[in-house]
C-alpha cells in the first residue's frame, strides 16, 4: 500500500501538463485538419499535421462533438493485407512533424452523430502527453479524399484556444 | 587423366538442363489442367445494396473491378473506393465496360443496406455485395482473399477486420485477367486496367 502511494507521487508530475500552457505561443502547431463525407451513425476519420519546435511531446488524444468516440488509430499493411489498430500515442518531435495521412495514422471517428458532408468544418480538440489541449476546426472533404481540400490552404484550421 | 573433370562437368550441366526441362514440364502441365491465374475467381450468390440477390452471371459482358473490404474502415477503404471511382473517371468512354464491385468481408455489420448506403459515397457506378457468412467465406475463398476478425479486447462492437487489398480484374465471361494494385492513384488504376481492356 505504501508502496502503491509511492508510485503514485512519483507518476504526478508525469500526469500534469508540464511545459508552456499557453498554447498561442506554445511549440505545437496542428495544422492541415481534415475529414471526409460520411453518413451520421457510421464511421468518419480526421487527419491532420501536426509539428513540434520544442521538447518531444505525444499526441495521445483527440475528441469531437460529431462523434461518439475518437480514436487514434494505425494502419499497417503486411504482405498485401491491410490492418488497422488503435495506438495509445504518437510521437510528435522537434523537425519532424506528424502527419495523420490516408495509410498510415488517423483518428477514427465512430458513431458520427450527424452526417459530414464535404465542405463541412467541424471543432476537434487535440490532446498532447506534455502540452495543453489545442482546439481547431476541421474541414470535410469528400469521401475517400485522398488529400485534405483544395481550398484549404496551408494554416487554415490552426489552432484556436 | 586431366581432363576427365573437363568432360564430366558439362555431363553435370546437361543432367541439371534435363531436370529442369523435365521441372518446367511438369509445372506447366499442372498449371494448364488446373487452369493457372484463372483459378481466381468462381461463382457467387449474394445480395446487393437494395437487397437484390445478385450471382458472378449476372455481371456476365462486363469487366469485374472487383474489391473486398468494409465500412467500419474509415482509412483505407474509401481510399481505395474513391480511387476506383476515379479510376473510372479516368477511363472515359471505356468505363462503361468495367463493372466496380465492393464485396464486404464483414457480413455481420454490413446489411444490404449498409453496403448500399456506404458505396454511394464513392460513385453510382459502384455495386455493394453483402451475404451470409458462409457466402461471403466461399466468395473471398475463389478470390483468394484472407480476412479475419481482429477483436478489440475492450470494445467487442468495435472488432476490425484485416484483409487482402488487392483488386482484381475479371473478364467479361469471367475470368481472372490481372491483380491490379488498390495503392495507387485513381489515373495510375486506369492505366493498369485499360492495357487489359479490348
Known amino acids: ?32 485538419v481534415w475529414s471526409r463525407a460520411a453518413p451520421q451513425g457510421r464511421v468518419g476519420v480526421l487527419y491532420m499535421t501536426v509539428t513540434d519546435s520544442g521538447a518531444p511531446d505525444q499526441l495521445v488524444a483527440v475528441s469531437t462533438p460529431v462523434a461518439e468516440k475518437a480514436e487514434l488509430h494505425e494502419s499497417v499493411a503486411e504482405g498485401g493485407v491491410m490492418k488497422m489498430r488503435p495506438v495509445a500515442a504518437a510521437p510528435v518531435e522537434t523537425g519532424k512533424p506528424l502527419v495523420l495521412k490516408p495509410g498510415g495514422y488517423h483518428v477514427m471517428l465512430m458513431g458520427l452523430r450527424r452526417t459530414l458532408k464535404e465542405g463541412d468544418e467541424f471543432p476537434v480538440t487535440i490532446r498532447f502527453a506534455h502540452a495543453g489541449p489545442i482546439s481547431v476546426t476541421a474541414h470535410v472533404a469528400k469521401a475517400g479524399a485522398a488529400a485534405a481540400p483544395a481550398e484549404m490552404g496551408r494554416g487554415n484550421g490552426t489552432m484556436s484556444h | ?67 473486398f473490404g468494409y465500412t467500419f474502415c474509415p482509412d483505407v477503404c474509401p481510399t481505395t473506393l474513391s480511387q476506383m471511382a476515379d479510376a473510372l473517371d479516368a477511363l472515359g468512354s471505356k468505363a462503361a465496360e468495367v463493372q466496380p464491385l465492393f464485396i ?95
Open chain 2, 1 to 67: 587423366m586431366s581432363d576427365r573433370p573437363r568432360r564430366t562437368l558439362p555431363r553435370v550441366l546437361v543432367g541439371a538442363a534435363v531436370l529442369l526441362v523435365l521441372v518446367l514440364v511438369g509445372a506447366g502441365a499442372v498449371w494448364f489442367t488446373q487452369g493457372g491465374a484463372p483459378t481466381i475467381g468462381g461463382p457467387f450468390k449474394l445480395v446487393n445494396g437494395q437487397g437484390k440477390t445478385v450471382t458472378d452471371r449476372d455481371f456476365r459482358g462486363h469487366y469485374l473491378l472487383v474489391y
Open chain 1, 1 to 32: 500500500m505504501r508502496r502503491l502511494l509511492l508510485l503514485s507521487l512519483l507518476a504526478m508530475p508525469l500526469l500534469v501538463p508540464s511545459g508552456p500552457t499557453r498554447a498561442e505561443s506554445g511549440p505545437i502547431q496542428v495544422q492541415q
Open chain 2, 104 to 198: 464486404t468481408v464483414d457480413p455481420k455489420r454490413d446489411t444490404p443496406q449498409v453496403v448500399g448506403q456506404y458505396v454511394a459515397n464513392f460513385s453510382p457506378r459502384l455495386v455493394g455485395l453483402t451475404g451470409t457468412p458462409e457466402e461471403i467465406a466461399k466468395v473471398a475463398r475463389e478470390y483468394r482473399v484472407y480476412y479475419a476478425i481482429h477483436k478489440n479486447a475492450e470494445q467487442p462492437a468495435d472488432y476490425t477486420v484485416d484483409h487482402s487489398s488487392i483488386l482484381y480484374l475479371m473478364s467479361p465471361s469471367g475470368a481472372f485477367i490481372a491483380p491490379i494494385r488498390a495503392d495507387q492513384s485513381g489515373a495510375d488504376m486506369a492505366k493498369d486496367i485499360a492495357r487489359h481492356l479490348s
